[in-house]
């Protein structure tokens, strides 16, 4: 690695279609010089005790993730060297085993719902970028998501909905939207949007050269 890496954060409530940025982020950079890290990896292994237990765990609430490990690994990256992410089962709320190695590249784009919340992973971040969406959208997409990918049931999710992720939105990550460079739409993800994302990056890129 010559260069130190570009750190892009990019943040947003659940369903608000940080993944989707990432995937045309990925689309116009090229992914050879992409590093792509999800905070939802971090969140802590859980298989010491029972799986109802774990089930009542608040997953929205910035103490359900490892943040300093997080924070580590982005270091590495930002001092040239790999690091092994962990792979989250999020069914059982356990870590595997095994790990995923992510290499140093060109850009590090890092994503998550509480990644403005802790300051020392702010630090680390050279733009910073929230996605905004209203809040009836991001609820749909998410029973979608955790119906048809994490096993869930309708009642579940609404119910984690009312009781954790909706307070737990207002108290952090909205909060945290003060944090950000660039605040985009998250509907349609607009080409706009993705164009001048794309351009303040190739710019920071341009100055580190």
């Known amino acids: 690695m ?14 608000s279609g940080k993944t989707t940025i990432v995937r045309a982020l990925i689309n116009v950079l090229g992914k050879e010089r992409v ?20 089930e009542n765990i608040n997953y ?12 580590y690994h982005l270091q590495k990256l930002r001092n040239g060297f790999p690091f092994e992410k962990p792979i989250y089962e999020f069914k059982t709320h356990t870590r595997h085993t095994e790990t ?9 784009l890092v994503e998550g719902i509480l990644i403005f919340v802790n300051k ?20 749909i997409r998410r029973l979608k998501r955790d119906i048809s990918e994490r096993g869930r049931t309708v009642d579940s999710v ?8 909706r307070p737990m939105y207002l108290k952090f990550v909205e909060p945290s939207k003060k944090h950000a460079d660039i605040v985009i739409p ?11 994302l794309s351009s303040m990056i190739r710019a920071e890129l341009g100055h580190l050269r």
């Open 186 to 196: 998250g509907v349609g993800c607009s080409k706009s949007a993705i164009e001048k």
């Open 158 to 165: 609404i119910n984690q909905y009312l009781n954790m992720v």
């Open 60 to 71: 929205d609430h910035p103490d359900a993730l490892e943040s300093s490990l997080l924070a």
């Open 35 to 54: 590093a792509y890290v999800q905070q939802d990896s971090y969140y802590k292994d859980r298989s010491n005790i029972p799986l109802r237990d774990r």
């Open 120 to 139: 020392r992973l702010r630090d680390l971040m050279d733009i910073k970028v929230f996605v905004d969406i209203d809040a009836d959208i991001r609820f």
């Open 100 to 108: 995923e190695r992510v290499c140093s590249k060109e850009v590090v």
């Open 2 to 15: 010559c260069r130190t890496p570009l750190i892009i954060g990019i943040a947003g409530g659940t369903g």
